[in-house]
């Protein structure tokens, strides 16, 4: 844990009790705040009363005596509209923040030299945040891992100039950050996400600059418009620290993926001298382009903090992936099984499909808006279309003759039916389940569905 001193001895509202709320009240009592805590769920605010916190109806508590109001992400800022915590909060005059503003505050004010290395962007920001820490932890460091990624950044360890600090950071978190402050900042790419919380997509877009705008050095993607717009935007500024990275061949400087080698290239330095950080062929957990846009930041990160070379090259061998995002579940025969269960609209499902010139493919589950109409080039790669779910009538619509397909209704089925076709082709085949779809038709959510893939390839 990481004790929030810079409230003690004053008295905070806090609103959300899920899983960061808990660590974020935990954090500042054990810091000496005076936290006076709500949720709208008994059960949370039941759970957080046994563990020591006190319980108080904000929307009938006195709030002159709060120092700040720490929102959890969740809980809505600004967009459809502000939460009644919000507006009380506001109508109070006191602030309104939340853990990752009080994890940079306690570092500023115990440790301002401890390494603070912060990633997002819309898509892989799990992914290089993950291969980031294994790369450092296999270099020697010593490396927390938290953030919208597993652990609540709170109930890390206390930042240290013995210990990095690698933290994964939504957009709903930067919101609530004015004094975003990493030592490095990632801003991977932005594509439009969350905009019924944020309003516009130039708003979010803004959001996620401000991860950069206060790094010490920052790592910019350029692949798309609006982050290759923010890189020269802070370029501009005297004294800018800004790399360019990019996964769509050799650039003139910055870091970039050339095939499957990630380099590092100084001005004016010729294509074949660039340093080569890490060779991807192979490493299966960073199979297709996306995984090199995320190698390519997260060995960039990793040799900025210190990683030698050599290193950042044998620890991305190594990488074990992150569960349901292109996890090999398993292989039998000549068929390999990818869990791809996080895929939960057509663009992360057009991310899969493009890693594989060939694929025995599940779909289905609760439909988004557009179906898999977007795929509709990327159809020619699918073998045979397996279909599960509400969507499935739908999107058999939208395969029509173009793709083989055949209504399966359940995983079990699915599975079933594509082991048993793959199988029967003779050759090396993939089964993807990419579903393009929520999970909420027939499971809690993905990792539920996901875990559920694995066994049954298991079960094979």
């Known amino acids: 844990m990481t004790p929030v001193t810079t409230f003690k001895g004053r008295t905070v509202a806090l609103f959300g009790l899920g899983g960061s709320g808990l660590a974020t009240a935990l954090a500042l009592a054990a810091g000496g705040a005076r936290v006076c805590a709500f949720d709208d769920a008994p059960a949370r605010r039941a759970a957080a009363e046994a563990a020591g916190i006190a319980i108080v109806d904000l ?39 939340g853990d990752v503003e009080l994890f940079c505050r306690e570092r500023r004010a115990i440790a301002p030299d401890a390494p603070f290395l912060a990633i997002t962007g819309t898509n892989g920001k799990s992914t290089t945040t993950a291969l980031l820490a294994h790369i450092l932890r296999e270099a020697g460091f010593e490396v927390c891992m938290g953030g919208n990624i597993g652990t609540a950044i709170l109930s890390l360890p206390p930042p240290s100039e013995e210990r990095v600090h690698v933290v ?3 957009s709903f978190q930067i919101d609530l950050t004015p004094s975003l402050d990493p030592t490095i900042g990632c801003l991977i790419n932005i594509t439009p996400d969350h905009l019924d919380r944020h309003g516009t997509l130039d708003a979010y877009a803004a959001i996620k600059e401000r991860l950069v705008a206060g790094a010490g050095t920052a790592l910019v993607g350029v692949d798309d418009a609006l982050t ?6 802070l370029s501009e500024r005297e004294g800018a620290d800004v790399y360019p990275v990019s996964a769509a061949g050799e650039r003139p400087w910055g870091f970039y993926a050339d095939g499957p080698l990630i380099r590092a290239r100084n001005a004016g ?36 903090a210190g990683a030698p ?51 025995h493919i599940i779909l289905g589950g609760k439909p988004k808006e557009g179906g898999i109409a ?19 009538q739908d999107f058999a619509a939208t395969l029509g003759d173009r793709v083989p397909h055949e ?36 499971f809690a959510n993905f990792e539920e569905r996901g875990e559920r893939f694995k066994a049954l390839v298991t079960a094979l």
């Not at 044998?314 to 992150?322: E, Y």
């Not at 977007?374 to 969507?391: M, N, Q, V």
């Open 59 to 97: 929307a009938e508590a006195d709030w002159s005596d709060f120092a700040a109001l720490v929102l959890s992400p969740g809980v809505p800022l600004t967009h459809p509209a502000p939460h009644w915590s919000v507006e009380l909060a506001k109508a109070a005059g006191i602030e309104v923040i």
């Open 168 to 170: 994964e950071v939504s």
């Open 228 to 233: 290759n717009a923010i890189g020269k935007r």
């Open 269 to 304: 330095e010729r294509a074949e001298e660039a340093l080569v950080l890490a060779d991807l062929t192979g490493i299966e957990t960073l199979r297709g382009r996306h995984n090199a846009q995320n190698a390519a930041f997260a060995c960039a990160a990793a040799w900025l």
């Open 309 to 359: 070379p050599e290193a950042i090259a044998a620890a991305a061998k190594t990488f074990p992936g992150l569960p349901h995002r292109m996890e090999i579940a398993g292989r039998r025969g000549r068929v390999s099984f990818v869990n791809d269960s996080k895929a939960t609209n057509a663009q992360s499902t057009e991310v899969a499909l493009s890693s594989y010139e060939r694929v």
């Open 374 to 392: 977007s795929l509709a080039p990327l159809f020619p790669r699918i073998a045979k279309a397996y279909l599960i779910g509400t969507a499935a």
């Open 407 to 442: 209504i399966c209704g359940t995983l079990d089925v699915a599975v079933s039916r594509a082991a048993a076709d793959a199988a029967a082709s003779g050759r090396d085949e993939v089964v993807l389940f990419s579903p393009a779809c929520a999970s909420y038709d027939q």
